[in-house]
């Protein structure tokens, strides 16, 4: 069974920090990895995603993650934070049939 | 350009009623799914159909109920016999063959119960 664990339900950085939000998954087969962004009351919007090929994997909005297959990892970065960054991250993992899984969601906060 | 619709943006519900949301896209997908968001309780999936005129329950399917007449609609109807239905609902489609590709989520409903 595959499942997605987020580290941490809510991260607080200031402005122009390191960003670092953490996911962590659970899979028997290689899996297709995929981070979110949900803005108040708006739907979720791809940031990213890993099929195959390059582990590093670079999307929207200066988001990058990396795909660490010992760590069983895929964890989301943006070396400076900006206000607008502001919104709820999901990561999810794929599983049989294309239904996706998950996590619980980390809300982050940019403070000024 | 292609995308999910969902309507109405905010809706209110009064005990005891039924209510439909309605969710049409026009990107030629599959697959439609249907989650329900509440606050610390990230994404919970109600149903999903694969196909026209085939749907499957999901983990939280009682006091909802679905359609899939049409592959561009998905509607949802939340029963009375659904005892807490305040919370964001939201529809998505994907592409079934293609697992890579991930969802296209619409811009949810709002539901409240007055």
């Known amino acids: 069974a595959q499942s997605v664990t987020q580290l941490g339900s809510h991260v607080s950085v200031s402005e122009g920090a390191l960003v670092l939000l953490r996911c962590n998954y659970s899979?028997?087969?290689?899996?297709?990895l995929f981070w979110y962004v949900q803005y108040p009351n708006q739907g979720l919007q791809l940031l990213l995603k890993y099929t195959t090929g390059a582990t590093l994997v670079k999307g929207i909005n200066g988001f990058e993650a990396e795909f660490k297959k010992s760590e069983t990892s895929f964890h989301l970065t943006k070396p400076s934070a900006h206000m607008s960054d502001a919104a709820e991250y999901f990561c999810?993992?794929?599983?049989?049939?294309?239904?996706?899984?998950f996590g619980q969601g980390t809300e982050l906060s940019v403070k000024p | 350009d292609g995308g999910i619709t969902q309507s109405p943006k905010y809706l209110f519900r009064k005990e005891g009623q039924n209510v439909t949301l309605s969710c049409e896209q026009n990107l030629n997908h599959d697959a439609m799914y249907w989650y329900r968001q509440d606050p610390g309780q990230g994404l919970r999936l109600i149903y999903y159909?694969?196909?026209?005129?085939?749907?499957q329950k999901g983990d939280i399917a009682e006091g909802y109920s679905v359609s899939r007449e049409k592959k561009e609609s998905f509607p949802l109807t939340v029963t009375s016999a659904q005892k807490n239905p305040t919370a964001f609902y939201l529809c998505?489609?994907?592409?079934?063959?293609?697992?890579?590709?991930?969802?296209?989520f619409g811009s949810g409903t709002r539901l409240t119960v007055v």
């Open positions: 159909s694969q196909i026209v005129n085939d749907f």
């Open positions: 999810a993992v794929s599983r049989q049939g294309g239904k996706l899984i």
């Open positions: 998505a489609s994907s592409n079934f063959h293609d697992s890579n590709y991930g969802y296209t």
């Open positions: 899979s028997s087969v290689p899996p297709y």
